[in-house]
């Protein structure tokens, strides 16, 4: 974890979010725990934001208090996750990172790889998610659909079944587009639905699980993310990791 910047360790996290990793040019990779919400989407969500800031929707960026010169101080966020989505996400410190790095996610120059839990056994051991989807709502009601003409492409690879009851499968899935509620949606479009996913899940399937485990999040962690990206002349590379948090782990683990 680089040290160079000192305000960095005196970010005001929000709930159980942890820095991970920070380079030398300022982008950062934070861990957040199902529950907490990307950024802000009115006053009273700071309190279980990535961030206990305000946030600039314009320029998608935390506000920091003055630094001293009477200028207050960016955090721009450079990814999001579900709220109920526990793992890994991007915010940079310094401007030009923050331009390049969304760059990369827009051209899809950015791998991030995410675990899931769903019910269900999975066939193939590998298999290529192919899907037209549409999204629908706004802020807080978001929904995906069928009706829609965005490519949506993960891959899959199955790395457990657990015969349960209920059989369930662990699953590792990499997103090749970046469509809200993809791997959510992609999931339960094949009757492999993400156990804990209160839009697109398994409903009865969820409430047996709770009643069983005392456990009712979603069973989604973006475990690791990696890319390069160009800064003053020098291709820079970032990778960071994120193990599954101990609920998710002791169910798999089972």
Excluded at 21 to 26: E, I, L, Q, S, V
Excluded at 113 to 123: K, W
Aim: glycine share 12%; aromatic share 8%; net charge positive.
């Amino acid at each position: 974890m680089h040290q160079g910047d000192p305000w960095i360790q005196g970010l005001p996290f929000g709930p159980g979010v942890k820095l991970v990793k920070a380079d030398r040019n300022g982008l950062c990779a934070l861990e957040k725990p199902a529950g907490i919400l990307s950024h802000p989407n009115k006053g009273g969500d700071r309190r279980r934001s990535l961030f206990q800031l305000g946030f600039d929707p314009g320029e998608e960026a935390f506000i920091c208090s003055s630094d001293g010169e009477g200028e207050s101080r960016r955090i721009w966020l450079l990814n999001r996750l579900d709220s109920a989505t526990s793992g890994l996400i991007l915010v940079a410190l310094d401007p030009d990172v923050a331009e390049e790095v969304r760059r990369a996610f827009r051209e899809r120059q950015v791998t991030k790889v995410y675990q899931a839990l769903v019910f269900g056994h999975a066939r193939a051991r590998q298999e290529r998610w192919q899907d037209r989807m549409g999204v629908k709502g706004g802020q807080g009601s978001v929904r995906a659909g069928s009706s829609g003409h965005l490519q949506a492409v993960t891959e899959m690879r199955r790395l457990r079944l657990l015969p349960g009851p209920p059989a369930m499968s662990l699953l590792e899935l990499i997103p090749k587009t970046g469509r809200t509620h993809q791997l959510r949606y992609q999931g339960g479009r094949r009757r492999l639905p993400i156990v804990g996913d209160q839009t697109y899940g398994n409903f009865q399937a969820n409430r047996d699980f709770a009643r069983r485990t005392g456990n009712k999040r979603l069973f989604l962690h973006a475990q690791s993310v990696q890319l390069d990206y160009p800064f003053r002349g020098r291709r820079q590379s970032f990778k960071a990791q994120s193990p599954l948090p101990p609920d998710f782990r002791a169910v798999v683990s089972r």
